[in-house]
């Protein structure tokens, strides 16, 4: 059965947003010893999350045509390997 459970960075980031709300909620009353714990680490995290997914979602286009491309430049290489395997295959002396 497949899952239908969302994965992948943009679950991260909202998961994230998430997490800053529910810190937001207990106020003072969170209050971790370390510095990247506390809520403007988490905020600055949270902001370089977001501005990394949407790097990735804007040069995504560009890197699925770079693969569209190098599939369709190595298509005719295809037949070409198979005759080139082929030659070699065939015996140099012929049998007596």
Known sequence: MASTSETGHAKNAANLQSLIASVIG????YNPSKASLKLPALQVLDTNCNNAVKAVNAAFPAYAQAIADRE???????????RV??????????HR
């Open 26 to 29: 207990y106020g003072a009353a």
């Open 72 to 82: 369709t430049a190595f298509v005719p290489l295809s037949k070409l390997t198979t």
């Open 85 to 94: 395997l082929n030659a070699l295959r065939q015996p140099t002396h012929p």
